[in-house]
């Protein structure tokens, strides 16, 4: 069987769409699975069932065909003679700042993620007996591992939260699963930095929470249960300074091979690598995210990092989701704006007011829109989309920060 399907053949690999497939039944359709002739880039679109995807992407890395999942037929043809030597899966990604979605493969070998599986059951205490859910399709990258590393367990995994005993998901959907009666015992959280009151919101349900940072260039990278972080099992982390901040620099077995069509990857000496994420360090060996510095917005003189004002937002009571966004302001240079979701019991005027008591003048965002925060398809908020409806007014009516004399005399 493939090194990625360790349960029994009686057991219950996948449970998706309210069917179940053993393990034995996903072995032999590996085995039997069909595969495009010649030695060419398999293609595995977005959309193929959970359980077509698995059999797909588990046959090409059996036999050696590199697969792009998440890509069509053009999209493979497009990025095959790009993708760097040894490619055995690549990815296909637009992130969560690109309005137009253009993708970009991360193409990895099948080493690298598997190296990452025993570490990562370590770290968040998983263990063969588990039913595990996923929260976001399997041809997004931080999905398709949950996947993989939960048949790498021997456990179930499914897209059923009800009666799991652990959750892969994003801040953004672990605060809307605990809306629900029963969530699972047990979340590992990643895709964005967790509030200090989503995370004591889910504490106080029981709980437990693994968090770690990452990303789909440098696969994982730090982890931690608390507001600070520190290296993942077999990773070495440097912060090297730079205009904006301390900038994240990691290396480890996990790393990508490269991006193909663009992206933040960036190598450098001693096989170091980075995404240009900002850090600030916490003692000798912990550190917290605070923001990627092209995420950067400069205000009357002052720089802000829209992920650490994100931060301080999701921390106001009633605030589900938050995005901060910088716009062209004649005498600001930029003005902030945040773009928040509320949950059913709190209104604008109180989360507004809260800001002005928590968060400093020179951050305040000047205007603010309430609604629901798209998401891409891995449960990110979709920042390029709301930037894209700001530059085209299509945010709907704002909320003001201040009272329309102050606001005046402020700008």
Not at 143 to 158: I, K, N, P, R
Not at 216 to 241: T, Y
Not at 336 to 360: F, G, K, N, W, Y
Not at 378 to 403: D, E
Request: some cysteine; aromatic content about 4%.
């Amino acid at each position: 069987m493939s090194d990625w399907l360790r349960g029994p053949r009686g057991g219950i690999a996948l449970a998706f769409g309210g069917d179940a497939v053993r393990y034995g039944e996903l072995a032999d359709a590996v085995a039997a699975a069909r595969l495009p002739s010649g030695d060419d880039v398999v293609a595995c679109p977005a959309g193929t069932d959970p359980v077509g995807l698995v059999t797909l992407v588990l046959a090409c890395l059996e036999r050696g065909r590199p697969v792009l999942v998440g890509g069509d037929s053009a999209d493979a043809v497009r990025v095959s003679s790009e993708l760097p030597s040894g490619t055995e899966l690549a990815v296909l990604t637009s992130g969560s700042s690109d309005p137009a979605g253009m993708p970009r493969a991360v193409a990895r070998t099948n080493a690298s993620w598997l190296a990452s599986a025993a570490p990562l059951a370590e770290v968040a205490g998983l263990r063969a007996s588990d039913r595990i859910a996923v929260t976001g399709p399997l041809h997004v990258s931080m999905h398709l591992y949950a996947a993989l590393h939960a048949l790498w367990l021997g456990a179930t995994v499914g897209d059923q939260v009800v009666g799991a005993s652990a959750v892969h998901a994003t801040p953004t959907r672990l605060a809307r699963l605990l809306e629900v009666d029963a969530p699972p015992p047990a979340a590992i959280v990643a895709g964005a930095a967790l509030s200090e009151s989503l995370r004591a919101r889910a504490t106080a349900r029981g709980i437990r929470l693994t968090e770690y940072y990452g990303a789909a260039e440098l696969s994982f990278v730090a982890v931690g249960r608390g507001d600070s972080l520190e290296p993942f099992p077999g990773v070495e982390v440097e912060l090297r300074p730079t205009a904006a901040g301390p900038e994240l620099w990691a290396r480890s077995p996990y790393l990508a091979l490269g991006v193909v069509g663009g992206g933040m990857l960036r190598r450098a000496d001693r096989g170091f690598a980075t995404v240009g994420d900002l850090a600030e360090p916490i003692g000798a060996d912990a550190f917290r995210i605070v923001g990627r510095g092209d995420a950067a917005i400069t205000t009357a003189g002052a720089t802000v990092l829209a992920e650490d004002l994100e931060a301080r937002l999701l921390a106001l009571p009633g605030v589900v989701a938050a995005v901060v966004l910088g716009e062209p302001h004649d005498l600001l240079g930029e003005r902030i704006v945040a773009v928040v979701e509320l949950d059913a019991a709190t209104d604008a005027s109180a989360v507004i007011d809260a800001a002005r008591q928590h968060i400093p003048a020179a951050e305040l965002p000047r205007r603010w829109f309430v609604g629901a925060v798209p998401t891409t398809a891995s449960g990110k908020p979709a920042r390029g989309i709301l930037r894209a409806a700001l530059a085209a007014g299509t945010l709907g009516v704002p909320h003001p920060s201040h009272s329309s004399t102050s606001e005046r005399s402020n700008v």
